[in-house]
């Protein structure tokens, strides 16, 4: 685990890095941090044996916070994820075989401590 600042400005951007650092641990490389387009973004794009491509959406909580982090993914989140995505695959054609959209829980300790949960494929686009 790696310890970093509680400050709720830094949570968030720290809950990525961690997150990022998860996946990298994990045989996947980065390709997009924060991909923005004017229909939604999404906090983490990338690739694994160039054959994997993810879509994650991180969300970052503090221990004692109410309900689960996925929680905060609902139906009109999913929609922007997905509607960003869908752009991401328009621009970058070649970029993997088998797409998946992951939402990765990172959970905070009072200690600034954190830990990862993946929920793989946690939704999807319907074709």
């Known amino acids: 685990m790696i310890k970093f600042g509680n400050a709720p400005q830094n949570k968030g951007k720290n809950g990525e890095r961690a997150a990022a650092n998860w ?3 994990r045989g996947f490389r980065l390709i997009k941090q924060n991909y923005r ?10 690739q694994k044996n160039g054959e994997w491509l ?8 503090s221990e004692n916070g109410l309900g689960q982090p996925c929680e905060a993914v609902d139906l009109r989140k999913q929609k922007k994820i997905l509607a960003a995505a869908q752009q991401f695959l ?5 970029t993997g075989e088998q797409v998946r ?4 829980e990172v959970v905070l300790d009072k200690k600034g401590m954190h830990r990862c949960n993946c929920i793989e494929n946690a939704f999807g686009l319907r074709r």
């Not at 387009?37 to 990338?46: A, H, P």
């Not at 993810?54 to 909580?61: D, G, M, P, S």
């Not at 959209?101 to 990765?104: A, E, K, L, T």
Request: glycine content about 4%.
């Open 23 to 25: 996946y990298k641990k």
């Open 37 to 46: 387009t004017r229909l939604g973004e999404v906090d983490l794009i990338l």
């Open 54 to 61: 993810v879509f994650a959406e991180v969300k970052t909580r």
């Open 90 to 94: 328009q621009s970058y054609p070649d």
């Open 101 to 104: 959209f992951d939402v990765i």
